[in-house]
């Protein structure tokens, strides 16, 4: 695995051994990436279930001012602090050891919301839907913030205007997809990433 594109083009990354972790494949890092490049430079991004950070750092090589990674086991959190230290962005990073749920209380305390919130938990278990609920009634998102999630192929995501969210865009891949959500009824939140999408 490896950064794709920006000031830490072309570093490996390192993965987790023996741990029940799903890294996004290359291919599939630069497509979502494609999608996002022109509203990345500058924002700030929150990387939920972050792994090995991948997601992120690919973020901050792009040119995100900040981004924060929340992951709960201590090896990952290990493993996100040696990517940092060997793509040399730590200084524009921040890492939550911790729940995804208690981060997000923590991080309710910012002074501003997110411009990207990514999540990767584990497939089929609602982990999605759950945080979904949370950020309907928090902070750390508004009307202007993409929210992507990654999650198995056949999810499904009907209970999206439930919480006040619309659906952008799903973009599937072979066992997985994304999908592009924003906040409110606001559907053209951003021209640049609804034209790419």
Same mark, same amino acid.
Request: proline share 2%; hydrophobic share 40%; aromatic share 8%.
């Given at each position: 695995?490896?950064?794709?594109?920006?000031?830490?083009?072309?570093?490996?990354?390192?993965?987790?051994?023996?741990?029940?972790?799903?890294?996004?494949?290359?291919?599939?890092?630069?497509?979502?990436?494609?999608?996002?490049? /022109?509203?990345?430079?500058?924002? +700030?991004?929150?990387?939920?279930?972050?792994? !090995?950070?991948?997601?992120?750092?690919?973020?901050? !090589?792009?040119?995100?001012?900040?981004?924060?990674?929340?992951?709960?086991?201590? /090896?990952?959190?290990?493993?996100?602090?040696?990517?940092?230290?060997?793509?040399?962005?730590?200084?524009?990073? /921040?890492?939550?050891?911790?729940?995804?749920?208690?981060?997000?209380?923590?991080?309710?305390?910012?002074?501003?919301?997110?411009?990207?919130?990514?999540?990767?938990?584990?497939?089929? /278990?609602?982990?999605?839907?759950?945080?979904?609920?949370?950020? !309907?009634?928090?902070?750390?998102?508004?009307?202007?913030?993409?929210?992507?999630?990654? +999650?198995?192929?056949?999810?499904?995501?009907?209970?999206?205007?439930?919480?006040?969210?619309?659906?952008?865009?799903?973009?599937?891949?072979?066992?997985?997809?994304?999908?592009?959500?924003?906040?409110?009824?606001?559907?053209?939140?951003?021209?640049?990433?609804?034209?790419?999408?």
């Amino acid at each position: 695995m490896r950064v794709i594109a920006g000031s830490a083009r072309r570093l490996l990354l390192k993965t987790i051994d023996g741990m029940d972790t799903r890294p996004t494949t290359d291919r599939i890092k630069e497509t979502l990436f494609n999608m996002l490049q /022109q509203d990345l430079y500058g924002c +700030t991004f929150l990387d939920l279930f972050a792994g !090995s950070g991948a997601i992120g750092i690919e973020a901050l !090589s792009r040119g995100a001012r900040e981004a924060v990674f929340v992951e709960r086991s201590p /090896q990952a959190v290990a493993c996100i602090r040696d990517n940092l230290e060997r793509t040399r962005l730590a200084d524009r990073a /921040q890492i939550l050891s911790c729940d995804v749920f208690a981060a997000l209380r923590r991080l309710e305390t910012r002074r501003e919301v997110f411009d990207f919130i990514f999540m990767d938990p584990p497939y089929r /278990q609602d982990l999605e839907k759950e945080v979904l609920s949370y950020l !309907s009634r928090s902070n750390l998102a508004d009307g202007h913030t993409h929210i992507i999630a990654e +999650t198995a192929k056949e999810t499904e995501c009907g209970y999206l205007s439930g919480f006040g969210f619309a659906l952008l865009k799903e973009k599937t891949y072979k066992t997985n997809k994304h999908i592009f959500i924003v906040k409110g009824e606001n559907q053209d939140a951003d021209s640049n990433l609804s034209g790419k999408l």
